[in-house]
């Protein structure tokens, strides 16, 4: 029996990325999957790779930074297999248009915090019901490295940051009920959205490179464990969704390579 097996799991930005690989991995370990995601074609496609694989899986349209459409999402998913046991809340990421504070755009910011911190909390908000009636769960929270240390986006690093803090408080209010939440916090991954913006050759060989680019420079220098594949952070999402970590709730695992955790002076 896989590590998994029973489970029911609805993950969020499922369609690509760190997302889909948690999926697969999970129904390579024996979970019943319910992917959400805004984008039916990506989403559609996913469903078919999860189910060519073995899984048991549905693919389900969804806003994430909508309530209505978050209910809707989660009720499907429980009228479809019953019950709710690992709710990932993976959905997210920055925009280009993340600028200084004071030339903040109040859209991007609202974008970004809508998508990054509300979303989890809709999910969280509809989710944790079925997970108290059906004697507990996993929440699985993302976070980022850039929210465990600031970055040049503050919204995006204020966002991720606020991840920690809700996640210990689930944490705190759930544990009587069976649940628990957990945060993972990636380096820099290589999806499909991280490849089409960083390693293009007009970002990484631009002569005037942005901030982002240059951090990204320097990390894949300093780190050498900062960067890694989404199949590298589902890993962790299988271990979080399943009762092997079962010790382990309001935390948040920085898989960012050491980044967040030490300073290394580059020498050479």
Known sequence: MGRMAGKIAFLT???????????????????????VDINPEV???????????????IYLEADVTREDSVKQAIDKCVEKFGRLDV???????SLLEDAPVHEMNLDVWHRTINLNLLHPFIC???????????????????????????????????????????????????????????AIAPGSIQTERSLKRYQSK???????????VLERRAAQKLYPFSVGDPADIAAIAVFLASDESRMLTGTTIAADGGRSSYLKVYAG
Not at 168 to 182: P, S, V
Not at 202 to 212: G, K, T
């Open 13 to 35: 930005g499922g369609g690509a990325g760190i997302a889909k690989a948690s999926a697969l991995a999970f129904v390579r370990e024996g979970a019943k999957v319910a992917l």
């Open 43 to 57: 989403g559609r496609s996913a469903e078919k790779e999860l189910r060519d694989a073995g899984g048991e899986a």
């Open 87 to 93: 709710l990932v809340n993976c959905a997210g990421g």
């Open 124 to 182: 969280c908000k509809y989710g944790i019901p079925h997970m108290m009636a059906g004697g507990g769960g996993s929440i699985i929270n993302f976070s980022s490295q850039t929210g465990l240390t600031g970055s040049v986006r503050p919204a995006y690093a204020a966002a991720k940051g606020g991840i920690g803090s809700f996640t210990k408080t689930l944490a705190a209010q759930y544990a009587q009920f069976g649940i628990r939440a957990n």
């Open 202 to 212: 007009e970002w990484m060989l631009a002569e005037n490179p942005s901030p982002a």
